[in-house]
């Protein structure tokens, strides 16, 4: 225990989102690669350490690290080895000392990492608890306990959750947290050598509340600085509003920030973008919302004042729910100088629109590809295929209908069965999904692995028929290939794509195709 005049030291560690490295893959798909990365700035991190500063500063020191970062930083390509990452690691906890470890694992996949980190935490620093926070322990708290020996699991929204177990922890009174926050819910612990789960059921209510985060501490002025090309991947984050009220059956995002939607204030939106552009002088800006437009007032208010404002920077959405959108939406995101947009239509089938519980009027999405087209956006929508209620007829109409919208880019993705999801679930009762519990359960999406079984279509004709698709509406069939005016545009997101692709033939093919017609003949 630390002495009275000495503060805790607290470790916040980012566990890397990327396939951890084994063996090297004797698979030959052009498709995939999975060698190296492209990390992004922790939010989590940046969040958490900012909150803790705030609400414990009195009582705990806090270091953020995100090794995957700082190997990009050191990087010539903004592209970053996945075997080198993990033997920084291992060097890193070989030196490092700390009174108490969070690791922040982004997403269920990433298990292996968490394993790896949290053994080498007790390997090198056994005193030190581990809590464990993000898609791992939220949506697996007994696992990912039993499976790190870890002491804690923060399920969910963490920010004031992590303080409280390190307030417990370390018993230490916080009037000021306990005044702030005194509802305190969503976490796990061992009890009587079994793992006792406190579900999640409060949410952080007043966002005001969160301050802004800590970019400093995780080299933001270095990060941020990097992306001035445009076919750089990077980008400066900022959140508006957390929850999300839709109950997609193959979504998890719920589990982590519940279905009530709350916002932060426009004029502290705008503040916080004042205050970092000023000192970072960034030049690409993303709303990370799960559904940005949803609360139309507050975005519509942080898009008018960003118009005010006249700054020189890209600015953009993860995604906008399509159900809640109208034009005057897309006018204002075009007047702020946004010029690309996601629309997740998921499938072409009104049926499995139904099935899937994403109650997308079809007839309202053309409209809204419509609308972005008018005013000039990059289109990009996803398709899912592959559900277990699916028929050929339903795949084949998802796929039509992504031909007829002619979004600029269009990805096609066979279905993930993640835990924690109501689709999952749905697929254990029906006898649709075989060793759920497997080894493999949390590597769906990286390789194909735990799909559905017991279904009305063929797994490998789907494969080929998306990948087929994929190729035509992105490559072969683009329709900017017959806009000049939209070369450049090709041009960069086809040299994006080629980052994460490095050995597709049809890829080279068609940038020095483009090349070729923009009259770069070297390149070409």
Not at 193 to 202: A, E, F, R
Not at 362 to 373: D, H, Q
Not at 391 to 402: C, G, H, K, N, V
Not at 493 to 512: D, M, N, R, S, T
């Amino acid at each position: 225990m630390k002495k009275n005049n000495q503060k805790i030291n607290v470790l916040l560690f980012k566990v890397p989102d990327c396939e951890f490295p084994g063996e090297e893959s004797s698979n030959n798909d052009l498709r995939v690669s999975y060698t190296y990365h492209k990390p992004l700035i922790s939010c989590a991190l940046a969040f958490l350490g900012a909150f803790i500063k705030k609400y414990g500063g009195d009582h705990f020191n806090v270091n953020l690290v995100d090794i995957s970062i700082d190997c990009l930083l050191e990087s010539e390509n903004e592209q970053v080895i996945t075997s080198i990452v993990k033997e920084k690691i291992k060097d890193f906890f070989n030196s490092e000392e700390y009174d108490v470890i969070g690791l922040s694992t982004m997403f269920l996949r990433n298990d292996e990492w968490t394993h790896y980190v949290a053994g080498l935490s007790l390997s090198k620093n056994p005193s030190a608890p581990i809590i464990l926070g993000g898609g791992y322990a939220t949506l697996e708290p007994k696992a990912s306990l039993m499976n790190t020996n870890a002491d804690y699991a923060v399920l969910g929204e963490g920010e004031d959750t992590f303080l409280y177990l390190l307030n417990k922890i370390f018993c230490i009174k916080n009037n000021l947290f306990n005044e702030k926050f005194p509802n305190i819910s969503g976490y796990a612990y061992w009890e009587n050598g079994d793992v006792k789960v406190i579900p999640k059921t409060t949410y952080i209510e007043e966002l005001n509340l969160l301050p802004r985060p800590s970019w400093d501490e995780m080299r933001g002025k270095e990060y941020f600085s990097l992306f001035t090309e445009p076919k750089s991947m990077g980008y400066f984050p900022v959140m508006i509003t957390r929850g999300c009220p839709y109950r997609c059956t193959f979504c998890s995002v719920s589990k982590y920030v519940g279905r009530t939607m709350r916002c932060r204030s426009p004029e502290i939106v705008l503040a916080d973008i004042d205050y970092f552009y000023n000192k970072y002088k960034f030049k690409r800006l993303v709303f990370i919302d799960d559904d940005v437009n949803v609360n139309r007032d507050v975005y519509h208010s942080v898009l008018r004042g960003l118009i005010k404002r006249k700054y020189d920077f890209e600015c953009n959405a993860f995604y906008v729910a399509i159900n809640a959108l109208c034009e005057e939406t897309i006018k204002l995101m075009a007047d702020v100088g946004m010029k690309r947009i996601l629309l997740p239509v998921e499938t072409g089938s009104p049926r499995m629109q139904k099935e899937i519980k994403k109650f997308i009027n079809l007839e309202k999405a053309k409209k809204a590809v419509e609308w972005a087209k008018k005013y000039d956006f990059n289109v990009s929508t996803n398709f899912m295929v592959g559900f277990p209620q699916e028929t050929m007829e339903d795949i084949q109409q998802t796929l039509d209908f992504a031909c007829e919208i002619k979004a600029h880019q269009t990805a096609f993705w066979v279905v993930t069965p993640w835990s924690g999801t109501e689709l999952f679930d749905f697929a254990i009762e029906n006898n649709f999904l075989q060793d759920h519990d497997g080894p493999q359960r949390n590597k769906r999406g990286y390789r194909d692995i735990g799909h559905f079984v017991n279904v009305k279509f063929d797994y490998q004709v789907i494969k080929d028929l998306t990948y087929d698709f994929n190729i035509r509406l992105n490559f072969l069939s683009h329709s900017w290939l017959e806009e000049p005016r939209h070369y450049n545009d090709l041009l960069v997101y086809w040299q994006q794509l080629e980052a994460g692709l490095p050995k597709h033939a049809i890829l080279f093919v068609c940038l020095g195709y483009l090349s070729k017609k923009m009259g770069k003949m070297d390149e070409a």
